[in-house]
Nanobody, 116 residues
Framework: QVQVVESGGGLVQAGGSLRLSCAVS????????IGWYRQAPGKQRELVAE????????NYADAVKGRFTISRDNAKNTVLLQMNSLRPEDTAVYYC?????????WGQGTQVTVSS
């Protein structure tokens, strides 16, 4: 059974930092591309950052470039999203997705709230 579990969300003041963690089990983690997405109330889900299977490639949304960093530890089947200089507009539910070709597995999400 595939499990994708996010953790690390919470409430933080503007300018603060949070680190989200995504743990994946039930699939060969090291061959999956892992992405972080977010969905704010009334908005569509959007890509925040993603990292390739060998960490050779990363991709960031323009809104988070220079503030967020994605990394992975294939030995621990975990992907981290370090979020610095948080802004109120970063408030959303953050989701982790493991993808390989047409297979996708999503987590339940973790809430991030940034107060002004």
């Amino acid at each position: 059974q595939v499990q994708v579990v996010e953790s690390g969300g919470g409430l933080v003041q503007a300018g603060g930092s949070l680190r989200l963690s995504c743990a994946v089990s039930g699939v060969p983690f090291n061959i999956y591309t892992i992405g972080w997405y977010r969905q704010a109330p009334g908005k569509q889900r959007e890509l925040v950052a993603e990292i390739s299977k060998g960490s050779s490639s990363t991709n960031y949304a323009d809104a988070v470039k220079g503030r967020f960093t994605i990394s992975r530890d294939n030995a621990k089947n975990t992907v981290l999203l370090q979020m610095n200089s948080l802004r109120p507009e970063d408030t959303a539910v953050y989701y982790c997705k493991a993808a390989l070709f047409i297979s996708e597995f999503w987590g339940q999400g973790t809430q991030v709230t940034v107060s002004s």
